[in-house]
């Protein structure tokens, strides 16, 4: 009957999942999805029975999914009864799939090695479905959501405010577009504090300086050399130089234009004395004219149009480090911002809300920076934003955990958004993880080896194929009803989530095994000149991955042509696709039409991602590991029970290692995407770690 529980809920999550999509639907009445659930219900059951050649559960099953499907509903009643069956669909074929693979080395009689090998493939598999639950979990809460948590701000109130701009070694072309729209701002009472942070070249911070002069008493310049901490160290040291009378603080990256309106518009939100932070959406510009910055736009949007408005209505936001307003008496009693922590500002609003405060997040967006136009300086901010996820994580996963012991005062489904917010980025570890394992499957088929790991033989092999298509299908209709950007587009930003798969795996790593806020060091290119080489260059590992993954898969259907080994090979050609996606991203990027204000933003430390330098030993780790894993591999294959290779039934079967990840709906990517893209769908690690946000 396990069996038979499991095929039914993957294809009726299936047949949701393609009913979801249609439009209009994922929002229906009850009197029109009430009848339209139960015939897929059915549709399941009669498709179970006849593959199981099982009559009588094709009759009983149904009974189950109308059970699942009611309890979820009871809990989420401001959901649409379709995205409640959707969600009851894949949480409860996601939980049989793992119960059947637990049990299933106890029923094949497996050695102790083969029962802990499988048991650990079976906690890979858990944390990735959990994972494509959560997103799923985001998608659903902004699409069929019929109430709206919103917060009126009091037009009224108007307290003093300092605009503070952070910045490091930028070129005075970009700062002066910046300051320029601040010394617009309508508003009366408010002072725009620029504080420039360890730039060495004492020509660009005295430009600088001269360039606040010039805009008027309403500029304040501080320039700090040499100074701890990074951005959190010189925001604190800033703060503390402010007129004790200034009550709220507002953050501005260097490279965004602020609208006029802004604080006209959103300090009003603090009239109520509970709220401690108001964000809104970054936002992007000049990147209509390219496809790669075209998709980047949209998988850097993706979090703040799925995941943050989801995270809203359980008071659940990130404060992002830009474009967002703080009050300045809650971010004293949390003692300011952490200088350990790379994403200070997602940290720093988790603690706050630990106060019992509110954190308000306003869709409007209010301004627009740039986006990094190579892919070394996309990388660069994509660690940054992982690694700093991971700090979080290891800092306040007590804090997070529903059971433990804790301090703040955060509500279950705070801790719970937090949570996913930063193991969301162990997906491309994942990712990289079940790759090695499918390709040591496809080396034991070449070989005439077999892995000592369950297998899993008949029906059961389409679920986890099943299990991507339709991860795949959800982020690419979230990407489009979010966004309302084409297919190309989406398939653009699902690419750019999973192009950095691999990068995210390092500062994963990094940020397990050091507490360190170092940053990844990417190799630097001249203005000009051959730019193939530098767009190899800095994608070689993935490129790598995906031709290793492209030639296993080729290699396992040579070696042991059977429906397994068929599965197997289309999940590797899916991990090509993953790692393959950088090389393009870094060709695309090279090939962005180059314009004078383009060219100067080169240079910025926004683009590039450069900071401060400060000295780490922990750069050797990611390749130390590397190492292991392959060393471990390699016994592993060596000593695999060797099979005959006359029978198909002897070779490698599609087992837990083919239940790849899932991808990011919602940052993966996260994204899941980025899941991200960072999806983010991305995201949840502060926008400055989130884009998060792929699915």
């Not at 392959?630 to 239940?659: E, K």
Request: charged share 15%.
């Amino acid at each position: 009957m396990l069996l038979q529980l499991v095929l039914f809920f993957t294809l009726a999550s299936v047949i949701t999942t393609l009913a979801v999509m249609v439009p209009g639907l994922i929002r229906a009445r009850a009197w029109a999805s009430i009848p339209l659930g139960l015939a897929i219900l059915a549709g399941a059951g009669w498709l179970t029975s006849l593959i199981t050649q099982d009559a009588v559960a094709g009759m009983i099953l149904p009974l189950f999914g109308v059970g699942a499907v009611i309890e979820t509903r009871r809990h989420l009643p401001q959901w649409s009864m379709l995205a409640a069956q959707l969600l009851a669909l894949l949480l409860v074929a996601s939980a049989v799939y793992l119960i059947y693979a637990a049990v299933q080395p106890i029923v094949d009689g497996l050695s102790p090695l083969g029962v802990i090998a499988s048991f650990l493939l079976l906690l890979l598999e858990a944390s990735a479905l959990s994972l494509s639950v959560y997103y799923l979990f985001e998608i659903l809460d902004v699409f069929s959501r019929r109430t709206r948590i919103a917060h009126r701000a009091e037009p009224s109130y108007r307290p003093k405010v300092a605009m503070q701009v952070p910045c490091y070694n930028e070129p005075i072309e970009v700062m002066r577009e910046t300051l320029t729209a601040l010394a617009h701002l309508d508003y009366q009472d408010v002072i725009v504090q620029v504080v420039d942070n360890n730039t060495k070249d004492p020509q660009i911070w005295r430009s600088l300086a001269a360039l606040c002069k010039e805009l008027g008493e309403r500029f304040q310049f501080i320039h700090l050399e040499p100074w701890p901490g990074y951005k959190a160290g010189a925001l604190n040291e800033a703060t503390r130089r402010l007129p004790q009378d200034v009550s709220i603080l507002g953050i501005v990256d260097a490279d965004y234009l602020v609208k006029p309106g802004f604080l006209k518009e959103m300090v009003g939100h603090f009239a109520d004395e509970r709220v401690a932070f108001v964000q809104t959406p970054q936002n992007y510009r000049d990147w209509r004219d390219s496809g790669y910055l075209r998709g980047l736009f949209y998988s850097y949007r993706y979090f703040f149009d799925v995941t943050m408005p989801s995270r809203a209505n359980r008071n659940a936001i990130i404060f992002a480090g830009t474009m967002g307003l703080i009050r300045r008496s809650a971010l004293e009693r949390i003692g300011g911002w952490d200088e350990n922590i790379i994403t200070e500002d997602a940290e720093a609003s988790l603690r706050l809300l630990g106060l019992g405060s509110t954190g308000v997040y306003e869709p409007t967006v209010w301004g627009e920076g740039l986006m990094p136009l190579s892919f070394d300086g996309l990388k660069k901010q994509r660690f940054r934003w992982a690694l700093g996820g991971i700090q979080i994580l290891r800092r306040q996963w007590r804090e997070l955990l529903p059971l433990a012991p804790h301090r703040l005062r955060l509500t279950l489904g705070q801790r719970l958004a937090y949570l996913f917010g930063s193991v969301h980025w162990f997906s491309d570890l994942l990712t990289v993880g079940f790759t090695a394992l499918l390709l040591l499957t496809a080396v034991a088929a070449a070989l005439h080896h077999r892995l000592p790991v369950r297998e899993l033989t008949g029906p059961i092999l389409v679920v986890p194929l099943a299990f991507l298509i339709t991860g795949v299908l959800r982020g690419l209709w979230a990407l489009r009803r979010a966004e309302r950007c084409s297919w190309s587009d989406a398939f653009r930003a699902l690419a750019i989530w999973f192009a950095l798969s691999w990068v995210d795996t390092l500062a994963v790593v990094r940020g397990l095994l050091s507490g360190q806020a170092a940053f990844l060091r990417t190799p630097k290119q001249k203005e000009g000149g051959n730019r193939l080489w530098p767009a190899i260059r800095s994608s070689a590992i993935e490129s790598l991955l995906a031709i290793l993954a492209l030639v296993g898969a080729v290699v396992m259907l040579l070696a042991a042509p059977a429906l397994a080994t068929v599965i197997l090979a289309v999940m590797l050609l899916f991990e090509a696709w993953i790692f393959g996606s950088a090389p393009w991203a870094s060709l695309a990027a090279e090939g962005i039409q180059l314009t004078p204000q383009r060219k100067i933003y080169l240079r910025s430390a926004q683009n590039t991602g450069d900071r401060p330098e400060r000295p780490s030993r922990a750069a050797v780790i990611p390749g130390a590991l590397a190492v292991v894993v392959a060393v471990v591999l390699a016994y592993g294959l060596l000593n695999a029970p060797q099979t005959t290779p006359s029978g198909q039934a002897d070779l490698p079967r599609i087992g837990s290692i083919t239940n790849k990840q899932l991808p990011k709906t919602g940052p993966a990517p996260t994204p899941t995407p980025t899941a991200s893209p960072s999806a983010s769908p991305s995201a949840t690690p502060s926008a400055s770690a989130t884009a998060t946000t792929s699915p």
